[in-house]
Each structure stands twice: as C-alpha cells, then as structure tokens.
C-alpha cells in the first residue's frame, strides 16, 4: 500500500506526518526522518485529506485548543508494543504516568524497562503522548524528541514538574 507525507513546523521541530490512505501510520520527528525513510520502500510526498487532517489537529493542539485527537491510525507493533502504544491513550491530557503505572496498565508490572523501549519506538508522537510519562522520581526521562520537547509539551499541557 502507497505511503505520504508532509512536514509540518510545531514549536518542537519539524514533525512528518505519514499516512496511507485510510489510516495515519507515523509522526517523526525530523532528526529521526532519514532513518524511517530509508525503512520504507516507497513513499510519495502529497498532502491526502487524511494528512491535512492530522496536520490541522497537530497545529491546534500547538495552539492550546485541541486536547484529543481523532485521527483513524495503524499500529504495527508486536501485541506488546501496541498495548503499550494503545495504553498512552488513556493518560488524560495535562496529566503524566510513570514507566511503572504504564507496565501495569498493560498488565506486564514487571516490564518496566521493556515499557521504556517501547515508547521511544512510538511511531505516532503526541497523538499517542509517550511524553506524558515520566520517571517515577517525577523526573523525565527519555524522549524520542529530546528532553526540551517533553518538558514543552508538558508545559503547554499545564503540567507542573518538580
């Protein structure tokens, strides 16, 4: 099945938005842009409904109006990493878990590390927000987008880090 994509500017850095044409498939960020583009065998830029979609509810998320997404996706992970995936859609806006609370949401407590690891291989940043969790200390921790684009987004979902 063919691929597309766009780029669109957030305050966090450039994003690629990559979509078939049912389901969106992936938001990278752009220091990770190269690698993913070389994974996949062919991919064409166009900007489909889907895409202009996706891109007008990133852009209001950025703005402070949108707090959820509803955007059809593929996941194409192992059963584990998609619960893991599936599981930050229900951390509430504004709000943060730990690697912890996460393991045992998916019903893998002990999975705390294999949680982690799983989280920077989200392929749909921010609408799936792997940065609303943190470490257990109350830390942050690891983000695909680096530490500046959690604590960010954070921010800009209200979150008060100690």
């Given amino acids: ?13 450039k994003l690629y938005v990559v979509s078939n044409v049912k389901n969106l498939q ?11 583009k070389q994974d996949i065998s062919k991919m064409q830029k166009l900007e489909t409904p889907l895409i202009k979609k996706a891109m007008k509810q990133l852009t209001e998320y950025f703005q402070g109006k949108r707090r959820t997404f509803d955007i059809p996706y ?7 990493q998609n619960r893991t995936w599936e599981s930050l859609a ?11 609370d996460q393991a045992k949401l998916v019903k893998s407590p002990k999975a705390v590390r294999a949680v982690g690891r799983t989280n ?19 830390n942050l921790t690891g983000y695909a987008g680096g530490l500046k684009a959690k604590r960010f987004l954070l921010k800009l979902e209200g979150v008060t880090l100690s």
């Avoid at 920077?120 to 109350?138: A, E, F, M, Q, T």
């Fill in 1 to 13: 099945m063919s691929l597309y994509f766009q780029k669109i500017k957030t305050p966090i850095g």
């Fill in 26 to 36: 992936a938001i990278i960020f752009e220091q990770h842009w190269f690698k993913f």
């Fill in 74 to 80: 593929d996941l194409n992970g192992t059963d584990f």
């Fill in 120 to 138: 920077g291989l989200n392929p749909l940043c921010i609408i799936l927000p792997c940065h609303r969790v943190i470490g257990s200390n109350n």
């Fill in 90 to 100: 229900k951390i509430p806006y504004g709000e943060t878990r730990s690697y912890k």
